[in-house]
Nanobody, 111 residues
Framework: VQLQESGPDLVKPSQTLSLTCTVS?????????WIWVRQPPGKGLEWMGA???????YYSPSLKSRTSISWDTSQNRLTLHLQSVTPEDTAVYFC?????WGQGTQVTVSS
């Protein structure tokens, strides 16, 4: 199973950040959780949300109002949407499934 994150590396404050996780070697319709986490500079990992793509999705309470996860089964990929970003959303963003992790993608929020 391989996961690859992609998206912009620089986003302006108040914009919506959208990151895509493209999956190979497994179907995103498998009954497992696909998870988004992030790591701000100098801090630990922060769990953001998870979905099975078959009807169960959870979000971190602290991010729930700004976060959504969508998916495209035809492209076998998931997309994280984070609205109204601030510099505090600067982080490396990862998607993962169980023990499988993407390499992560650095996102900086700055004007």
């Amino acid at each position: 199973v391989q996961l690859q994150e992609s998206g912009p590396d620089l986003v302006k404050p108040s914009q919506t950040l959208s990151l895509t996780c493209t999956v190979s070697g497994a179907s995103i319709t498998a009954n497992v959780f696909w998870i988004w986490v992030r790591q701000p500079p100098g801090k630990g990992l922060e769990w953001m949300g998870a979905t099975t793509t078959t009807g169960t999705t959870y979000y971190s309470p602290s991010l729930k109002s700004r976060t959504s996860i969508s998916w495209d089964t035809s492209q076998n990929r998931l997309t994280l949407h984070l609205q109204s970003v601030t510099p505090e959303d600067t982080a490396v963003y990862f998607c993962r499934r169980e023990e499988y992790w993407g390499q992560g993608t650095q996102v900086t929020v700055s004007s």
